[in-house]
């Protein structure tokens, strides 16, 4: 060892030292070399390989050269050390924090919340089925006849293999009868598609929820009594529930429901379009073909089943004037629920 090796170690030191960007990477620095078996350390123990005349001016150079380092190293970790304390002070304290923006649920899923609360208090529970359905559960099964209209590919989402995204929840009323025996009380909340051009109104892609109970002895006036009741937690008191005659292929007889409109408590206005009712679900008693296709005994069992849209329930409670706010997700929309 000679004293252009110690020049060698110490041009390396310093180009290294210059590199440095933060405190880490200074700590880092002095145990490379200022440490206990750092470089400087190995470079004493190597004197002995030194001509001995050598040695106590190779030794002397050494210590010159740690001492310089670690001079630096002071140097240095001051003037980060002033940097930091200059970024805190240019943080202003006393402005408000920002707060991080809690989501909620969506006004969709808060309604279902509300009617599957409801309908538990009268002792329904919750059932689900696909959102893709074979045509057996979602046409024939239901009492459709094969030339009825809502079968259209123009109005219905057909699958390459033949299924379909189910155009109602109905499907579900088979599903879960076929998996049951009865009685029968259930809601059931889902997605539904219908081939619809989207505009205030409509949405290709929209939710319902399905009623069914079937027993013994159920009657149409279990019908107009269970949704009087559901009106009235859902709108208040004084809603009004009436039902004209209507046709679906699962139902007989069938009903268009309507509540009385929730502006002008039925004395009509814009909103009802001067009738003073507002039209909210479908509904019937569950016609024997149905039964017959479960495989229940049509001479035992009788039930109501009804159907309602969540997003126009959605936009009467809220006042939304088009359905389309309810799915584009504008946070400004959506904070308001
Ligand atoms: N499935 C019907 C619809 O989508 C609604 C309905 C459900 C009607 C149950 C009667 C009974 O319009």
């Not at 319902?208 to 009594?225: F, N, T």
Request: glycine share 8%; aromatic share 8%; with cysteine.
């Amino acid at each position: 060892m000679n004293a252009e090796d110690i020049a060698g170690i110490r041009e390396e030191a310093l180009r290294e030292a210059a590199e440095i960007t933060d405190i880490a990477a200074l700590e880092a620095f002095r145990i490379k070399y200022a440490g206990r078996k750092g470089v400087l350390q190995d470079l004493m123990q190597n004197l002995k390989t030194a001509d001995p005349a050598d040695r106590p001016v190779l030794g002397k150079v050494i210590n010159e050269v740690k001492r310089d380092l670690l001079a630096l190293l002071d140097e240095r970790k001051k003037a980060f050390e002033s940097a930091a304390q200059a970024q805190v002070a240019a943080f202003d304290i006393t402005l408000p924090g920002q707060w991080p923006r809690p989501g909620s649920r969506h006004p969709i899923s808060q309604i279902i919340e509300r009617v599957v609360d409801i309908f538990h208090s009268l002792g329904f529970t919750v059932a689900e089925g696909p959102d893709i359905e074979t045509v057996y559960h979602n046409f024939d099964a239901l009492n459709t006849p094969p030339h009825h209209p809502s079968r259209d590919p123009q109005d219905t989402f057909y699958l390459d293999n033949g299924d379909l995204l189910r155009c109602h929840t109905s499907p579900v009323q088979v599903r879960y009868m076929e998996a049951h025996e009865p009685p029968v009380r259930i809601v059931v909340p889902g997605r539904c598609y219908r081939r619809d051009t989207p505009d205030a109104t409509h949405s290709a892609n929209f939710h319902q929820i399905e009623g069914l109970y079937v027993d013994r002895k159920v009657s149409l006036a279990d019908l107009k009594g269970d949704l009087s009741h559901f009106a009235r937690e859902l709108m208040g008191p004084d809603v009004k529930v009436r039902f004209r005659p209507h046709f679906f292929p699962f139902t007989e007889p069938s009903v268009e429901v309507d509540f009385t409109c929730h502006v002008c408590g039925g004395k009509g206005c814009r909103v009802c379009k001067q009738s003073g009712w507002i039209e909210i679900a479908g509904a019937g008693m569950v016609d024997p073909n149905v039964f017959k296709a479960v495989g229940y005994d049509r001479h035992q069992v009788v039930g109501y089943a009804f159907g309602m849209g969540i997003e126009r329930i959605a936009m009467i409670l809220y006042g939304i004037h088009d359905i389309r706010h309810l799915y584009e997700n504008d946070v400004r929309f959506l904070q308001q629920f």
